[in-house]
């Protein structure tokens, strides 16, 4: 069987590698709609700034971080807590992107669901990765990859990817 995140079942040795999965897959999701929403809004990470000083350079800036942290993600052995935080500074960095691209839009109610639909997939994230579930509770991943479902298909609705 195939994950979501294109990796065979059957190379899963350890539940630190199965969590790992679901956590990365979570977190490409969340920075594929970051990434999505900036273009829809024209924001490019060109416009990223050490010290950013508008909401535009903001959401530039944390998908260059998150996307960084995505791309070392896979260099360390697995690591649940860690791997859950990047999946929730993945999706918290989708939140201010959707913030980006509902201002863009001048609000609506498409891109106000998906605003909100983000805003939930980083609450969700946040409490899977939080300090009791340590990135390790099946229902707390589970509430959070629904969350990010939501996300994306809220995301998709409002024409942001």
């Given amino acids: 069987?195939?994950?979501p995140d294109g990796t065979n079942q059957a190379e899963i040795t350890t539940i630190e590698e199965a969590l790992r999965a679901g956590h990365g897959a979570?977190?490409?999701?969340?920075?594929?709609?970051?990434?999505?929403?900036?273009?829809?809004?024209?924001?490019?990470t060109s416009q990223a700034k050490l010290v950013p000083?508008?909401?535009?350079?903001?959401a530039a800036h944390a998908v260059r971080l998150a996307s960084q942290s995505?791309?070392?993600?896979?260099?360390?052995?697995p690591d649940p807590a860690a791997d859950a935080?990047?999946?929730?500074?993945?999706?918290?960095?989708?939140?201010?992107?959707?913030?980006?691209a509902k201002t863009y839009d001048e609000g609506g109610e498409l891109a106000e669901a998906a605003h909100r639909n983000a805003i939930r997939a980083s609450l969700a994230a946040a409490e899977a990765a939080g300090s009791t579930a340590r990135g390790r509770s099946a229902e707390l991943n589970a509430k959070a990859e629904a969350a990010e479902a939501a996300?994306?298909?809220?995301?998709?609705?409002a024409g942001w990817m």
């Avoid at 979570?26 to 490019?44: E, F, I, L």
């Fill in 1 to 3: 069987m195939t994950l």
């Fill in 26 to 44: 979570r977190a490409r999701s969340a920075v594929s709609r970051a990434v999505a929403a900036c273009r829809h809004a024209g924001v490019d």
């Fill in 53 to 58: 000083d508008d909401l535009d350079s903001k």
């Fill in 70 to 77: 995505i791309g070392t993600l896979y260099e360390r052995a």
């Fill in 85 to 100: 935080r990047c999946a929730r500074n993945a999706a918290a960095t989708a939140t201010v992107a959707a913030q980006v």
């Fill in 151 to 157: 996300a994306v298909i809220a995301a998709r609705s």
